[in-house]
């Protein structure tokens, strides 16, 4: 079997055990990366090959007795290109950001920087992380490696697609409303997006700071937790992440069954709009989570119907304000010929944005207006603390939440491209979780007719990542879906 297959535990395993150099690692995946990523296009930038192999030579020839002690040491890990990298281009999937290297990494990259892992390149994703499928990407959209003529998803659709497609071991993404578990759904890959304030987000570039968060795409659970374990830990350049003990994620995850787990099946995330066979899916899911020793009850969640309103409340009102930043003065594009000022503004934001950002921008100005705020902004974040209620009263009852990620399986590209709300509803099953802060992993759970992935979510209560993690594993360990691979053609 081709190295580019295994998963991150198995690539380091037979990293240190000298099965592998660091030199044969860059090479197979850059040779990946040429076979597939023409169709793929999962990044938008691939680091330069020759610097990697010079580092990889660097690595292999000083390889002593540290072999052991760095867990993420040569590993080809993909970016999202929404979080900075020292000497990478980081774009946001924005003409405003063309060309911007940052001069600093984010708190995540440094931690997997400090492991010397290798950057591959930085993946595709919606403009500043608005949308569900990367088509609204200044650099075109990426393709869903089971089947090119469907989306990813998005907005880490890059990172999952790469993953998927076997373009690096693992991958970051960032989840604001579903960016990490709606892809890993649609790619048939592992996305977990951990507590909020779990992981720094220093150097993440902003969209919705109160439900930012970056996290792990993977080939298995395993992998989610080993990567979970480097980047998370509380960083004083974030104000809001967490200053609480870190566990070691990947301890319990041997165990192959779920003896004493209540799993609370919430009814409002399998009604109308669930695919029949997303929901036989993941029904079948909680059966087998059943089997394995856990006890399931039905419970409600009964604010899950304005979590979609509430979001696209908070987080383009959040956006409105992060993203005034971008006015063609300090960094990024700026307009020409301008005449004065103001124009200068209003040109560079014309032409530096794209379509989505700019409702984005007008929705969330608007719901911040003086007039409307107590209106909208306000009772939008009441309406937040009742969703984050909801979860606390459930979780009194039960360990973790099982639902489906999405409704549907991948869709084509082009098909709600024109229809924003229709394209909104695709995150109808991950906002919530978001909205309370909680963490929540995607992981497959089947296929559908047509040989798309099918994702299950499972929530759990605010830095009780070990638990779902653990939940995860024994479900990945008893079924066979990770084994299947995509044929990208
Ligand atoms: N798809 C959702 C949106 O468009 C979530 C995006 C995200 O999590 N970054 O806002």
Request: charged letters at 25%.
């Amino acid at each position: 079997m081709s190295l580019v297959k295994w998963t991150l535990k198995e690539l380091q395993d037979r990293f240190t055990r000298g099965d592998v150099s660091a030199t044969e690692i860059v090479r197979a995946y850059f040779l990946r990366i040429s076979v597939v990523e023409s169709k793929v296009k999962a990044y938008i930038t691939v680091n330069e090959k020759e610097s990697l192999l010079s580092a990889a030579r660097t690595l292999d020839e000083t390889m002593g007795t540290w072999r052991k002690t760095m867990p993420m040491m040569a590993m080809p890990i993909a970016i999202k290109d929404n979080i900075c990298t020292e000497g990478l281009p980081t774009t946001c999937g924005s003409r405003m950001l063309r060309g911007f290297i940052p001069p600093y990494d984010a708190t995540a990259v440094e931690a997997l920087r400090a492991h010397q892992c290798f950057f591959i390149g930085k993946t595709n994703l919606d403009e500043f992380g608005m949308g569900s499928s990367t088509e609204h990407s200044a650099f075109g959209p990426s393709r869903n490696p089971w089947k090119l003529t469907c989306v990813p998803g998005g907005s880490s659709g890059g990172s999952a697609a790469a993953v998927a497609a076997d373009e690096c071991v693992a991958a970051l993404g960032t989840d604001t409303g579903g960016s990490i578990r709606q892809p890993a759904a649609c790619c048939g890959v592992v996305g977990l997006k951990p507590t909020y304030g779990r992981v720094s987000r220093y150097g993440l570039i902003a969209f919705a700071s109160s439900l930012d968060q970056i996290g792990p795409i993977t080939k298995d659970v395993m992998d989610a937790a080993l990567m979970l374990n480097v980047i998370a830990g509380h960083d004083p350049r974030d104000s809001t992440s967490a200053n609480g003990p870190v566990p070691d994620f990947t301890r319990g995850l041997k165990k192959k069954d779920v003896k004493k787990l209540k799993i609370g099946v919430p009814a409002e995330f399998f009604g109308e709009g669930v695919d029949q066979e997303v929901h036989d899916a993941v029904c079948h899911a909680i059966a087998v989570l059943e089997e394995l020793g856990g006890t399931v009850q039905e419970v409600s969640l009964p604010h899950t119907g304005v979590a979609v309103a509430t979001y696209y409340l908070v987080a383009t009102a959040e956006a409105s304000s992060n993203l005034a930043r971008y006015d063609g003065v300090k960094y990024g594009f700026r307009a020409k010929e301008s005449h004065d000022l103001l124009e200068m503004y209003r040109a560079t934001r014309q032409e530096g944005f794209g379509p989505e950002v700019k409702r984005r921008i007008m929705l969330g100005t608007y719901a911040l207006s003086s007039g409307y705020y107590d209106a909208y902004y306000a009772k939008a974040q009441a309406v937040r603390t009742l969703i984050r209620q909801d979860f606390e009263r459930a979780f009194e009852d039960v360990d973790v939440l099982v639902t489906p990620v999405t409704p549907t399986t991948a869709f084509q590209l082009g098909e709600k491209i024109e229809d924003p709300l229709q394209m909104y509803l695709s995150d109808l099953f991950t906002l919530s979780a978001s909205l309370a802060g909680l963490p929540a992993i995607s992981l497959p759970c089947g296929f559908s007719r047509e040989g798309l992935p099918i994702g299950v979510q499972l929530m759990g209560r605010p830095f009780e990542e070990e638990v779902i993690l653990r939940a995860a594993r024994a479900y990945e360990l008893a079924t066979t879906w990770r084994q299947k691979r995509p044929r990208i053609r």
